[in-house]
């Protein structure tokens, strides 16, 4: 049996999906955003290949942290300046960024390459419940036992 491994023009046009993520926890929803960003979850992954999907995220401000995460956990962004390292707490850039919150956790699973990168701009997160993707008919998906599957 051969291995069949596809090229960028066989991976088809890429699908919509759309998600709430009011009331979901942040680590399990990045770790299924990102299979379906690389596209893990079709018949014809590839890892070198772009085969994944676009994602529309709802409703990032209702996200939640486990634990005392949101008090404890702190994101590191470095300047490039001596002494430029700037530490946030999480429970700040929820209240002020929280698209930010769920770029990085996402990315954080994605492959730091040209790859990755190409990928990463398939997410689209929004704070509301509005987004302007309308005209792509996003397919609903929901989180049903730790993984995202096709809302009925």
């Known amino acids: 049996m051969k291995t069949t491994l596809i090229r960028k023009e066989d991976a088809g046009a890429k699908r919509w999906w759309i998600v709430d993520a009011k009331g979901l926890v942040l680590g399990r929803l990045a770790s299924e955003l990102s299979r379906i960003l690389r596209g893990k979850n079709r018949p014809i992954f590839t890892p070198h290949t772009d085969t994944g999907d676009n994602v529309i995220v709802l409703n990032a401000a209702g996200i939640k942290l486990?634990?005392?995460?949101?008090?404890?956990?702190?994101?590191?962004?470095?300047?490039?300046?001596?002494?430029?390292l700037r530490l946030i707490p999480y429970k700040e850039l929820m209240a002020k960024r929280p698209e930010r919150v769920i770029r990085k956790a996402v990315w954080g699973m994605l492959p730091h390459s040209v790859l990755g990168r190409r990928q990463i701009r398939a997410l689209k997160i929004y704070r509301g419940a509005e987004h302007k993707h309308s005209a792509q008919n996003p397919m609903p998906l929901k989180m049903e036992k730790g993984i995202l599957v096709k809302a009925q």
């Open 66 to 84: 486990t634990g005392d995460k949101i008090n404890q956990k702190v994101m590191k962004r470095y300047t490039g300046y001596p002494g430029g």
